[in-house]
Every structure is written in structure tokens, then in C-alpha cells.
């Protein structure tokens, strides 16, 4: 289990000095899951986004162990290739010290453009720990709709005009879409809960086999707010169940947290000028329904707890 | 007939698949990672059955695209393995902004490209449209004849890639060559890979006590000096490939350059063409030369880095120049071999020769001697200059318009 005191003195494996935004969500998942990885040997790879090109701006680079990026599509397939070149090296004798894989890429670079890439490496059971940094835009490119953009929110693809109030559609359940490949280890954390994220990563990384963590990431510039709310924003997320913090562990489920009550989602999005416009007493059935899918979905949620704990 | 040309070798009956899966048991990268398409399937079947028996060491990745492929390659030789994978046609365009990447990163890696048509419309038989749209991408292209030539220059192209530090594509043509049964010497394992030795690359991700940063973002003031590193090496590569061609020869016995001449010593006329089409033209131009016709074939086995010094030379007091590619730029302009035979001449001054261009053989429509015979007929009226048939035009062979 672990500690501040323990955190405290561990090495930084990502350094400051990158060129990410003050109050970047990004750079604390960056930051934490490193962290978490405490003294393994790791290797990094990336999906093009945010993430990559700020932090290795050549010949710079804000990364202490080995990284590596090479598109935007294809981080999972990259990992699975290296991975399988370390299990060669292993095999043959010629590289003893273990290493961990560690593959992170954006919403778009995880479950739009990259949802291929990832679905194939998660069957053939590769030994990384994915984490998609969620923030529920293409942002790198100046805050475009991604199919992990919730209902409602304002992008510059999916804008507010006369007839268009933002994004018209739900999301997709990217946690879920990872659950049904049957991995070892699936789960959901965010930003504010340093205990649960990097609990999460040293689960994740102490399994055999694939693993994959969904983390909500505020992103300041896509969702307005002042840099300093990040963590309020990302408690929030969680308070209101917008973003459940759970885990899917061989199948059985669990909830880490469970707010009682639930705040309504109206605080999560007042907070926010992506939602501004959902405030404005016309958009009010919006916002409604925005609540309604919340409700279902937690209701849905704490059902799978149960049953994935049921004997069979 | 093929006769064994060292006491290396045996000879053997194989298709053009069968020669790349047998060249890669031979060759045992530690990586291949590859997605099957027609006509190239065979090679990861036969690839992955080596595995499956324990023959190879290999790794053998199966993944869920051919841009997967690539990538699971590119990242498998950044990783510090030996790495190939193998494809085709539709495979080779999904692979496209990976190709950029594996030459950028400067990675040495082998790919065998069986040559197919583009869609739409789909098509799968033979033509060079793939790998030609691929010509600038910062790979070295080898062409291949023959079986005995597929096997031949994926053994040599495991040595050139890790030389010159670029990713290496052989290809074959689609059925003619992936498919159709030849005699081939197949030389014994540990010649091979005694000639092709262990790799041992500078640096690479897994060396965990010098971790680096590889795929950074590289702006104004640094990518153009990365682009002309690839650009030199493309240059300096020509050497490496002769070279090791040459080494090649003395250890197995067939020769190898940049370009095969044949009966260019006192030709007249020439015709200039790549892949297996390449013995359909030396069958004509045997018949020819029996009628004491001055006629001689120009067959580019390295296609890039384009030999266009050498080439510019043997082609300087040519009177008339058939180029037949087997691919069309629908540019509005000229194919790609054409394009680069008249830039190599002009470039060198030599601007006598008149040169013609044709396009032939699209989506596996059939060339024969009859063909090449009229060509050479043309090729004589354009050198008395009797007929003064376009040369700024594309001339379509054995088309229907």
C-alpha cells in the first residue's frame, strides 16, 4: 500500500520543464502512474497527442526512462511489438533485468483512431498496462468532438449555434468496451485521488497480461476552468458519478467509491464553459437528460458489482 | 536450367511465397509481426508454422491490420530486435504513414512486398502500382525476376537494411512469381546466417542503462537536417548494396548489381523494364537477336536508391529507349520509371535518345513476346526516324480503349 512518506522519496521518472498547459490533467497522470511504477524498469510508449509532443520536443525530452512514439493510431500495436521483442531477448538469454510496459494515449488516440490497434493487443494478451489520459476531446489539435465527448459539451466540431446546443450525442463507455475483452484487469480512476490512481497502476502492473485504466483528465483549455480547479473538477467528476471510480479484477467488479448522496450533475457542469450553455433555462431538458443517463448508469453499475460477485 | 552455383546450396522446387518463408526461417528474426492478404497470405501461413513447430525462435505477432504490422514492426526493431513482416497491394497503402516512420526512425527493417493491384477496382493480381506509390518513402526498393531472385535479395537485404540504417523492401510480382513454381538453389542454414551474422544494433529502446527518448517531435530547426540524413543515406546506400551483392557472389555464386544489362554491348535499341516481366522481354530479344537485331533490355533490380549515374551512361548512345512501367501515375504526365530514366539522362546531358514511354500489365493483364516484338518494331521506325510516333505521350500495351 502506498504512502506520501513512502511517494516522497521516490525518484521523479517525469520531469518538469515540459511544455504542457499550468493545471494540465496530463501531466499529474504522467506524473502519478510513474510514480507508482516505484522501482521498476519501465518503458514508455505514446500515442501522438498533448501528452507527446509536449514533452519531447527535440532534443529535449521530459522522460527520465525510454520512450517511445511513433504515430497517432497505433500505440498499443507499438507496445505489443516491443513487448514481444523483450520476450525474445528474455528467452534467448540476452536480456535478464524485468521491465514493464507502460502505453498512454489520449481519448482519440485510445478509443477513436486507436480502438483497432487497442482491441487487437488486449486479445492477443500482451503484458502492458494502457492508460488512456480520457479528456473527452481531441484537445491536441484545439478541442475537436471525440467519441468520448459527453452529451451536451461545447467543441469546435461539435459547437453552439442556433439550431445546435454542443455535442448531440452520449459517449461511448470506453471502460465497458474494455471490460467485454476479458482482460485481467480493467479500471476506471481520475484526477483529485492520488491513493486510488496509483493503487490502481501498481494493481495494474503486478498483473500477467494486458491491463487497462480509464482516467478522467480535466483539461483546463478543451473544458474552462482557472488551471488551479483541475483536482476540484476531477473530485467532482466522481462526486456526482458522472465518472465512477471503479475496477474490474478477472471479472468481478467493484466500486472504490460511492458517494451517498450523489451531488446532482448541475455542479460538475456549472463549473465548466464547455456546459455554459446547458445553464440557460431553454437547454434545462438537456441537462435533464444528462442526469438521467448518470442515474441509469450508476444503477446499471452497482448491479454488475453484485452480480459479477455472485456465485454461479 | 538452374544448376547449383556453390557446394552451399541444393536445389529445390518453390513457389515466390514459398522462397520468402524459407529465406525468413533461414534468416530467424527475432520479430515478424504481419497480416494476411492475397497473394503474400502464404508467407505468414507458412512463417507461422515454423513457429507453431518449434523450427524457428521467432516471435511471431498475428495482428489485426497491416498498419498494426508495421507499426508492431517498426516497434520491435526500435526495440532492438531483428524484425520483418510481409505484405501486399491494399496491406502496403494501410501501412503508408508507417512506412514514413520506419525510414524516419531509420530502422532496419526487411519487408517482402508481393506486387498487386490498387482498388478500386479490387483487383489481385500483379501489377507495380503498390510499391511504386511507396518509391519516396525512404525505402530501399529491390525487384526481383525470378524465385532465385526473391530469396537471393531478401538475404541480402537482411545485411543492407542494418548497414545503411534504412528499412529494406524485396518484392515479387502477385501470382507470377508468389505463385508460379520455379528451380531454385536454396543454400544451406548456417551459410545464411553466417552471411547475414548477428545483430547488433547501436542503440535501442530495451538497453534499460541508457534509456532515450526515440519519436520526439522534431521542429523548424532540426527536421530538415534529419530528412537529408535519410536522403544521404539513400545516396550512400548504392555502395553498401554493390558491395554487399559482391560479398553475396563470393559466398554463393550469383551475381548481383544495381541493374541487370543484357545484350547491351552494342544495342541500338533498348528497352528498360523491372520484375518478372523482365524474362518475357530477354525471350524477344533473343528471338531478335537472331535476326542480328541490335536490341538490348535494361532490367533495374534496385529501384531505390535509383541507379541514375550508371544507368545514364549505358543508355548514352542509345538511339531509341522503350521504358515499360507497370504502373500508372495518372499524373497527366509520365509513370515512374520513365520519369526517372529521362530525368537520370538529361540531368547528365546525354539528350539523344529518344525515349518512349508504355504502361502494360495493369491488374495482371497478360505481356507476351508479340508484344515486345511490336515494341521493338516502333522503337526501329522512331530510330530511322520513319515514324515519328509520340514520345510525349503514354503509349498503353495490349489495352482496348
Redo the contacts between chains.
Keep these: 500500500m502506498i504512502n506520501l512518506q513512502t511517494l516522497s522519496t521516490l525518484q521523479e521518472r517525469f520531469t518538469g520543464g515540459h511544455r504542457l498547459c499550468a493545471g494540465c490533467g496530463a501531466a499529474i497522470v504522467a506524473r502519478q502512474v510513474l510514480l507508482a511504477a516505484g522501482k521498476k ?1 519501465v ?1 514508455v ?1 505514446s500515442a501522438t497527442g498533448c501528452l ?2 509536449s514533452t ?4 529535449y ?1 521530459a ?9 497517432f ?2 500505440a498499443a ?6 513487448e ?6 528474455k ?2 538469454g540476452k ?1 535478464k ?1 524485468d ?1 514493464v510496459f507502460i502505453t498512454f494515449g489520449g481519448d482519440g488516440g485510445t478509443a477513436d483512431i486507436g480502438l ?2 487497442l ?3 488486449m ?2 494478451g500482451h503484458k502492458m498496462l494502457y492508460i488512456c489520459y480520457n479528456n473527452e476531446a481531441y484537445m491536441n489539435t484545439g478541442v475537436q468532438r471525440s467519441g468520448m465527448t459527453p452529451l451536451g459539451a461545447r467543441t469546435t466540431t461539435a459547437p453552439v449555434g442556433r439550431i445546435q446546443q454542443g455535442k448531440t450525442e452520449s459517449k461511448k463507455d470506453l471502460t465497458q468496451i474494455m471490460i467485454a475483452h476479458n482482460i485481467p484487469y480493467v479500471a476506471q480512476t481520475y484526477i483529485g485521488n492520488w491513493h486510488d490512481l496509483i493503487t490502481k497502476v501498481q494493481k495494474a502492473l503486478s498483473i500477467y497480461g494486458p491491463s487497462f485504466i480509464n482516467i478522467l483528465t480535466p483539461c483546463r483549455l478543451g473544458w474552462g476552468y482557472p488551471p488551479e480547479e483541475t483536482i476540484n473538477i476531477g473530485k467532482l467528476a466522481v462526486e456526482t458519478c458522472v465518472w465512477p471510480a471503479y475496477e474490474v479484477e478477472n471479472g468481478i467488479y467493484k466500486i472504490n467509491i460511492k458517494p451517498n448522496p450523489p451531488k446532482p450533475i448541475i455542479e460538475f457542469l456549472k463549473c465548466q464553459d464547455r456546459f455554459k450553455h446547458l445553464l440557460k433555462p431553454e437547454n434545462s431538458h438537456i441537462i435533464d437528460k444528462i442526469q438521467q443517463d448518470i442515474d441509469h448508469k450508476w444503477c446499471i453499475l452497482q448491479k454488475q458489482e453484485w452480480l459479477s460477485s455472485y456465485p454461479c | 536450367m538452374i544448376r547449383p552455383l556453390s557446394s552451399k546450396g541444393k536445389l529445390v522446387a518453390k513457389t515466390g511465397n514459398e522462397i520468402a518463408a524459407e529465406a525468413m526461417r533461414q534468416i530467424e528474426p527475432d520479430v515478424v509481426a504481419a497480416y494476411p492478404i492475397t497473394p503474400a497470405t502464404e508467407i505468414v501461413q507458412i512463417f507461422s508454422q515454423f513457429v507453431a513447430d518449434g523450427i524457428v525462435k521467432s516471435k511471431y505477432i498475428a495482428v489485426e491490420s497491416e498498419h498494426s504490422a508495421m507499426s508492431a514492426t517498426i516497434a520491435a526493431s526500435a526495440a532492438g530486435v531483428r524484425a520483418m513482416t510481409g505484405t501486399s497491394s491494399q496491406g502496403l497503402c494501410f501501412m503508408w504513414e508507417m512506412l514514413y516512420i520506419a525510414s524516419g526512425l531509420r530502422l532496419p527493417i526487411v519487408m517482402v512486398a508481393v506486387n498487386r493491384a490498387i482498388s478500386a477496382p479490387i483487383n489481385i493480381h500483379c501489377d507495380h502500382s503498390d510499391t511504386m506509390g511507396a518509391r519516396d518513402s525512404g525505402w530501399i526498393q529491390i525487384y526481383s525476376e525470378s524465385v532465385q531472385e526473391v530469396y537471393d535479395n531478401i538475404i541480402q537485404a537482411v545485411r543492407i537494411a542494418e548497414q545503411t540504417k534504412l528499412p529494406v523492401l524485396v518484392t515479387m510480382d502477385g501470382f507470377i512469381i508468389s505463385h508460379c513454381m520455379e528451380l531454385v538453389e536454396v543454400y544451406n542454414d548456417d551459410a545464411v546466417k553466417s552471411f547475414i551474422g548477428e545483430y547488433t544494433p547501436e542503440r535501442y529502446l530495451l538497453d534499460i542503462k541508457n534509456p532515450y527518448t526515440l519519436g520526439s517531435l522534431d521542429l523548424q530547426n532540426y527536421y530538415f537536417e534529419h530528412k537529408y540524413q535519410i536522403a544521404k543515406a539513400m545516396i550512400d546506400a548504392q555502395t553498401t548494396i554493390v558491395n554487399i551483392a559482391n560479398e553475396f557472389t563470393k559466398c554463393f555464386g550469383r551475381s548481383y548489381n544495381l541493374y541487370e544489362k543484357y545484350m547491351m554491348d552494342d544495342a541500338d535499341m533498348a528497352i528498360v523494364i523491372i520484375g518478372s516481366a523482365a524474362g518475357t522481354v530477354k525471350m524477344a530479344i533473343n528471338e531478335l537477336r537472331s535476326q542480328n537485331i541490335k536490341i538490348g533490355l535494361i532490367k533495374i533490380r534496385v529501384y531505390r536508391p535509383f541507379p541514375k549515374d550508371n544507368i545514364a551512361i549505358d543508355l548514352a548512345n542509345i538511339k531509341s529507349i522503350a521504358v515499360l512501367d507497370r504502373s500508372d501515375s495518372c499524373s497527366g504526365a509520365f509513370s515512374p520509371i520513365y520519369s526517372d530514366i529521362v530525368s537520370s539522362l538529361y540531368s547528365e546531358g546525354i539528350t539523344t535518345p529518344k525515349i518512349i514511354s508504355y504502361v502494360y500489365g495493369l491488374g495482371g493483364r497478360e505481356i507476351t513476346i508479340e508484344h515486345i516484338k511490336n515494341i521493338y518494331k516502333t522503337l526501329n521506325q522512331i530510330m530511322l526516324g520513319k515514324d515519328q510516333k509520340d514520345c510525349s505521350i503514354v503509349h498503353y500495351i495490349n489495352l482496348r480503349k
Excluded: M
Design positions: 524498469h518503458i510508449i507527446e509532443v519531447t520536443i527535440f532534443p525530452s522522460w527520465k526512462d525510454s520512450f517511445f512514439h511513433s504515430a493510431s497505433n500495436a507499438t507496445c505489443s511489438g516491443i514481444v521483442a523483450y520476450k525474445s531477448l528467452e534467448k536480456l533485468e521491465i483497432q490497434a482491441s487487437g493487443a486479445e492477443r
